[in-house]
């Protein structure tokens, strides 16, 4: 019985660390408002699209394409630059953010 206990208590502390690794899109997005507005609803420098509206795997997948390259504007530099440091996991979670954005 005892070992029972220890087996479940193991188990639910592995499930909170799961829990706590997991980015926060939110938080990932505070360095974008500056340029995309705090709903995504500006257009960053007056040339990107409007982000706000767009779905989650979208958005995503341009981010992903920024990060290698395979996708953007003129100015796909900066966000290039942006997103260089965001692991998958980021970019989907950060998107999954914006895109739940009102
Ligand atoms: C320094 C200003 C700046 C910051 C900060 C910034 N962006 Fe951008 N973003 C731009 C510009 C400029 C473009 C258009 C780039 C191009 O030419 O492709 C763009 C494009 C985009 C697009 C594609 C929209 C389209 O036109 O299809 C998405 C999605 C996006 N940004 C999301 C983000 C996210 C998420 C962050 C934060 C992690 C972020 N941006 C941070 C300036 C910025």
Redesign the pocket.
């Known amino acids: 019985m005892k070992k029972l206990i220890i087996i479940a208590l193991l188990s639910i502390g592995t499930l909170s660390l799961i829990a706590a690794e997991k980015p926060n899109g939110q938080a990932?997005?505070q360095?974008?408002i500056?340029?995309?507005g705090a709903d995504?609803g500006k257009k960053?420098?007056n040339?990107?699209?409007v982000?706000k509206g767009?779905k989650a795997n979208e958005?995503a997948k341009?981010?992903k394409g920024?990060k290698k390259g395979t996708?953007?504007?003129?100015?796909?530099a900066?966000?290039r630059g942006?997103?260089a440091s965001?692991s998958d996991a980021d970019i989907k979670a950060?998107?999954d953010y914006?895109a739940s954005l009102k």
């Open positions: 990932l997005a360095k974008c500056g340029c995309h995504f960053a420098l040339i990107s699209k982000v767009m958005i341009e981010l920024y996708f953007g504007g003129p100015m796909k900066i966000m942006q997103v965001y950060v998107s914006i």
